[in-house]
């Protein structure tokens, strides 16, 4: 059953239908689409449009039609070219007539826009619980990795020690930031376009107020043109999942570096790795390598959508079908790749004994300026000195922490220090107990205020 057949004499190109239709992807908004239609039907009644008689039939008739779809038995017809089509045609087939008066006063247009919202109200909040199981794994993960010390590299050149907990935590902080930006995220989709008709607003006197509140929306929408063609609020939450699958990604990187023979740092467990079809010594780190994969084919998804809206014309253009794609794609990757990734990392053994060996001494060499800066020479002097040290030990090939207490004298007369003292992981850390900082006492710290941030 078509929506629109009226002023047509012919029928569609059966290949033009299939290009037209979106039935095979926007489905997935059922509940959303009938959700909406009862919130409508609803206000119909209470401006009299419908009568007690009618308004009880669409009702019921919704409420069959939502059953159908939580139980699975909505069968879709050749016919139906969206959601919104397949929901009326079926209403046709339980109610009869009465079902033609439910469209009044409203277009696909505002409805699409009400529907899309709807679901991505429901879902976020799924995607936030997940979000928050994988901060609480790398939370796990820090408390498990308190006395494991790495070097924390800048230009992937070993830069200074670091607790290994302090790095999983580094990921915490990015992740609370990609929760709280879907929070916003979750307010932008909270304004209801429905009222706006087709693109100047219904002619019936609905209450939109009261249809917001009803389905659940803080705020009503301002201008009908607007409404019908806005999809920041999809944009907003692509963005969002594809600077989370960006985080992940980063993360995933790091762990294919760690887990490769050279670094060493980290065994991947089998349940989480995959073998060669080849070489039978493989063991790969293809969930890690798919978790950066997919953050390029989620950056599609944005650059596609935004792409999609850059050259409309005001108000609804049927491109915008396109934005169900996007958001649907971003929202299962992030799905997908979370909880695995969760698992994966709850399993992933840390060789202690590889990490402590890429801590060489050359990352001790700030700790020795600062240590010169506390004896009152001024830094940018202790900079200098301390790479005469490290040039002057690689001329000898080998590293500061050789250098006897002569050739110490010889850079810095006349300051007598404690070198051996400084070249220790734990001493080098211990003096970072600045708030943020990697000091054991301060990553503990760290630990609470996480663990604070996802109870809310
Ligand atoms: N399936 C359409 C979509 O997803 C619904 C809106 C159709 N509106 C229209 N004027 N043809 O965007």
Same mark, same amino acid.
């Given at each position: 059953?078509?929506?629109?057949?009226?002023?047509?004499?012919?029928?569609?190109?059966?290949?033009?239908?299939?290009?037209?239709?979106?039935?095979?992807?926007?489905?997935?908004?059922?509940?959303?689409?009938?959700?909406?239609?009862?919130?409508?039907?609803?206000?119909?009644?209470?401006?009299?449009?419908?009568?007690?008689?009618?308004?009880?039939?669409?009702?019921?008739?919704?409420?069959?039609?939502?059953?159908?779809?939580?139980?699975?038995?909505?069968?879709?017809?050749?016919?139906?070219?969206?959601?919104?089509?397949?929901?009326?045609?079926?209403?046709?087939?339980?109610?009869?007539?009465?079902?033609?008066?439910?469209?009044?006063?409203?277009?696909?247009?505002?409805?699409?826009?009400?529907?899309?919202?709807?679901?991505?109200?429901?879902?976020?909040?799924?995607?936030?619980?997940?979000?928050?199981?994988?901060?609480?794994?790398?939370?796990?993960?820090?408390?498990?990795?308190?006395?494991?010390?790495?070097?924390?590299?800048?230009?992937?050149?070993?830069?200074?020690?670091?607790?290994?907990?302090?790095?999983?935590?580094?990921?915490?902080?990015?992740?609370?930031?990609?929760?709280?930006?879907?929070?916003?995220?979750?307010?932008?989709?909270?304004?209801?376009?429905?009222?706006?008709?087709?693109?100047?607003?219904?002619?019936?006197?609905?209450?939109?107020?009261?249809?917001?509140?009803?389905?659940?929306?803080?705020?009503?929408?301002?201008?009908?043109?607007?409404?019908?063609?806005?999809?920041?609020?999809?944009?907003?939450?692509?963005?969002?999942?594809?600077?989370?699958?960006?985080?992940?990604?980063?993360?995933?990187?790091?762990?294919?570096?760690?887990?490769?023979?050279?670094?060493?740092?980290?065994?991947?467990?089998?349940?989480?790795?995959?073998?060669?079809?080849?070489?039978?010594?493989?063991?790969?780190?293809?969930?890690?390598?798919?978790?950066?994969?997919?953050?390029?084919?989620? =950056?599609?998804? $944005? !650059?596609?959508?935004? #792409? *999609? %809206?850059?050259?409309? @014309?005001?108000?609804?253009?049927?491109?915008?079908?396109?934005?169900?794609?996007?958001?649907?794609?971003?929202?299962?990757?992030?799905?997908?790749? =979370?909880?695995? $990734? !969760?698992?994966?990392? #709850? *399993? %992933?053994?840390?060789? @202690?004994?590889?990490?402590?060996?890429?801590?060489?001494?050359?990352?001790?060499?700030?700790?020795?300026?600062?240590?010169?800066?506390?004896?009152?020479?001024?830094?940018?002097?202790?900079?200098?000195?301390?790479?005469?040290?490290?040039?002057?030990?690689?001329?000898?090939?080998?590293?500061?922490?050789?250098?006897?207490?002569?050739?110490?004298?010889?850079?810095?007369?006349?300051?007598?220090?404690?070198?051996?003292?400084?070249?220790?992981?734990?001493?080098?850390?211990?003096?970072?107990?600045?708030?943020?900082?990697?000091?054991?006492?301060?990553?503990?710290?760290?630990?609470?205020?996480?663990?604070?941030?996802?109870?809310?």
């Amino acid at each position: 059953m078509s929506l629109w057949g009226g002023r047509f004499s012919g029928s569609m190109d059966p290949d033009a239908w299939i290009l037209n239709a979106s039935i095979l992807f926007d489905q997935r908004m059922a509940r959303q689409d009938v959700t909406g239609s009862q919130a409508w039907a609803q206000q119909l009644q209470a401006i009299g449009v419908l009568n007690v008689e009618e308004y009880a039939a669409i009702h019921q008739g919704l409420e069959q039609i939502q059953s159908e779809f939580s139980q699975k038995t909505f069968v879709f017809q050749p016919g139906d070219e969206d959601i919104h089509s397949a929901v009326e045609r079926r209403m046709y087939e339980i109610i009869g007539a009465t079902a033609g008066k439910l469209h009044t006063g409203r277009s696909r247009n505002d409805q699409v826009a009400t529907d899309f919202r709807l679901w991505l109200l429901d879902q976020i909040p799924e995607i936030l619980k997940t979000i928050g199981q994988f901060q609480a794994q790398l939370i796990t993960r820090a408390e498990m990795d308190m006395d494991l010390v790495m070097p924390a590299y800048t230009h992937l050149q070993r830069a200074q020690p670091v607790l290994l907990s302090h790095w999983w935590l580094s990921f915490f902080w990015a992740l609370e930031r990609d929760r709280q930006r879907l929070v916003f995220a979750q307010q932008e989709c909270a304004v209801l376009p429905l009222g706006s008709g087709a693109v100047a607003g219904t002619s019936f006197p609905i209450d939109r107020e009261a249809l917001a509140a009803q389905l659940g929306f803080a705020k009503i929408s301002r201008n009908s043109m607007d409404a019908v063609s806005d999809r920041d609020f999809a944009v907003q939450f692509v963005f969002d999942a594809v600077l989370c699958g960006v985080h992940l990604s980063r993360l995933a990187e790091q762990v294919v570096l760690f887990t490769s023979a050279e670094f060493g740092f980290f065994v991947l467990d089998d349940a989480f790795a995959t073998g060669s079809s080849l070489m039978p010594q493989k063991k790969n780190s293809d969930v890690f390598e798919l978790t950066r994969g997919k953050a390029g084919t989620m =950056l599609g998804l $944005l !650059t596609g959508l935004l #792409a *999609t %809206l850059k050259g409309l @014309p005001s108000t609804y253009d049927k491109d915008l079908q396109e934005d169900k794609q996007a958001v649907f794609q971003a929202f299962d990757i992030l799905m997908a790749v =979370l909880p695995v $990734l !969760t698992k994966a990392i #709850a *399993t %992933l053994r840390v060789n @202690p004994a590889r990490m402590a060996a890429a801590i060489d001494p050359s990352v001790y060499a700030t700790d020795v300026a600062d240590l010169l800066v506390k004896v009152g020479i001024p830094f940018r002097e202790t900079h200098g000195l301390v790479g005469q040290a490290v040039r002057v030990a690689a001329g000898q090939a080998k590293g500061i922490q050789e250098l006897s207490v002569e050739e110490w004298q010889a850079i810095i007369p006349g300051v007598t220090i404690d070198w051996q003292a400084v070249f220790s992981p734990q001493a080098s850390i211990a003096t970072r107990s600045v708030v943020g900082g990697t000091a054991p006492a301060a990553v503990l710290e760290q630990i609470n205020t996480a663990r604070r941030c996802l109870l809310v």
